[in-house]
């Protein structure tokens, strides 16, 4: 087989591995919500975050490099091996002997328990980092999916019996390190390499250069994608957290299941295309991005009261005003999604990592301002965040690339305004109760079949054009040789 066919093939296995762990893991979140008390979930849910955090130190690039040379060398892989181990040890005995202490002295004696058992994570992940790294390398992703798919079935199935077994917090914290041991020793047993007992200094000037821009970069994205949450964990407590938590998971689902993905694509797509057409390919990957996203956000947000009361239970109502305000983040997200993923394709790094110190600062500044009027209030400061800095990030890509923010508002509005409008239509139609079901969630499914209606039917009427062309970029991706008119 070519190492392009190599290549594509691991890519499919990778997303698809990716959709089966993001679908599974949220089956098992909703049957832990509903087994679980609030205070149990959000004090795990907290604790995860924190270690969460501890791992991103194992983020030094060290893997990356090992991907990307020339030639495998097992010299300079026991040494990655043996800093990387280092690494995770520090991590993990950071998270036991300083940020515990402080959790059970400043927070809940409980959650530096559960802190303190759940440290061992990034020691685990550690372990396999190399020999990751060197499977990725000879393109076994699929072998990697499937381990890594097992590792997240046997961890959840035995997180949901402990949980039904009255195992309370400790059901997740047990599962969750199941999986991880699980992970690691399976792949060690798969992978050719094992470490020998050497360490070289010589490698450790490549390893720091290659690594630390990297690192750097994954402790902003770690505090910009994460800083809401630990905000609202420090200053509101275990419960509010949960109910933030179960909030965002749906979205945060969703985001991995459509626009990571098609985050991947995109790279690929617009580092091919002349600098001249770039901003071209991103309106077009944006307007697509917008029909497919968009619906699924707002869609979810106006069925969140028939989710959670369906699924979850009464002791989640307070999270369904969150559910129904996060989806207006999503305009804003499509707009900015991509601006980093331009700015790395075309090698300006530089200014990706500012978008994310700019995101970051942001994040932080309007969650710690809006945080003690409650949750509420910090969720509505940061959508805010996201739209005050789409000007910000679109200037700084201006610098380099000619990328019209008006643009890409037109090119996306069509799709807001039909989401919009399906949001209201179908909200109306759940309070109404028009479909009469005594089974709370069974009225899912209609709700699900009035959305589409109300989706696809304004943008017939008003924004025909806009429809077929994204209709045709979809034939496009699936079939090349077919295309649609806009007067079919």
Request: proline content about 3%; aromatic content about 14%.
């Amino acid at each position: 087989m070519s190492v392009k066919k190599k290549a594509l093939s691991a890519a499919l296995w990778s997303v698809t591995g990716n959709g089966f762990s993001q679908i599974f893991n949220f089956v098992v979140f909703i049957l832990l919500a509903k087994l679980l008390e609030v205070e149990e979930f959000g004090l795990v849910s907290f604790s995860l975050i924190i270690i969460e955090f501890g791992s991103v130190f194992l983020s030094v690039g060290i893997n990356q490099n090992l991907i990307q040379r020339h030639d495998w060398d097992d010299s300079f892989a026991s040494t990655a091996f043996w800093l990387m181990l280092g690494v995770s040890f520090f991590s993990t005995c950071f998270l036991i002997f300083i940020v515990a202490p402080i959790i059970h002295f400043y927070y809940s004696a409980l959650g530096a328990t559960l802190v303190a058992v759940l440290s061992v994570i990034p020691f685990l992940n550690g372990l396999k980092l190399t020999q990751t790294a060197q499977l990725q390398r000879e393109f076994e992703n699929k072998r990697l999916t499937i381990i890594e798919s097992l590792s997240i079935v046997v961890g959840g199935i035995l997180s949901i019996i402990l949980a039904t077994a009255e195992y309370g917090a400790w059901a997740l914290v047990i599962g969750r390190v199941v999986q991880s041991l699980t992970s690691t020793v399976a792949i060690w047993t798969i992978s050719d390499f094992k470490p020998s007992f050497m360490f070289r200094i010589k490698y450790m000037k490549e390893i720091k250069e290659f690594g630390i821009p990297l690192l750097n970069i994954s402790l902003l994205t770690f505090f910009a994608g994460k800083s809401v949450n630990l905000i609202i964990g420090t200053v509101l407590g275990p419960i509010a957290f949960a109910l933030f938590n179960v909030a965002m998971r749906p979205f945060l689902a969703i985001q991995a299941l459509t626009m990571q993905q098609l985050n991947k694509i995109s790279l690929a797509a617009l580092s091919r295309v002349e600098t001249d057409k770039a901003a071209h390919t991103y309106y077009r990957v944006v307007a697509l991005t917008a029909f497919v996203v968009l619906p699924i956000y707002m869609g979810f947000g106006a069925i969140s009261e028939s989710f959670v009361e369906g699924l979850l239970g009464s002791k989640w109502q307070d999270s369904i005003q969150l559910m129904y305000l996060l989806p207006f983040s999503a305009p804003a997200f499509v707009f900015y999604w991509y601006l980093p993923t331009i700015l790395i394709s075309r090698g300006f790094t530089k200014s990706a990592l500012r978008i994310n110190i700019i995101v970051c600062v942001t994040n932080i500044v309007f969650s710690s301002i809006a945080v003690y009027w409650g949750v509420n209030a910090t969720i509505f400061a940061f959508i805010l965040a996201a739209y005050v800095t789409v000007p910000i990030r679109f200037r700084i890509v201006n610098s380099h690339i000619s990328l019209s923010l008006w643009k890409t508002l037109l090119a996306v509005f069509p799709f807001v305004a039909a989401s919009i409008f399906m949001f209201f239509c179908v909200l109306w139609v759940d309070r109404t109760d028009i479909f009469v079901v005594k089974i709370r969630w069974l009225e899912l499914f209609p709700l699900v079949i009035v959305g589409g209606i109300s989706y696809i039917a304004p943008l017939v009427l008003f924004f025909r054009k806009s429809f077929l062309n994204v209709v045709n970029e979809l034939i496009g991706i699936k079939n090349p040789a077919r295309k649609v008119t806009n007067n079919e």
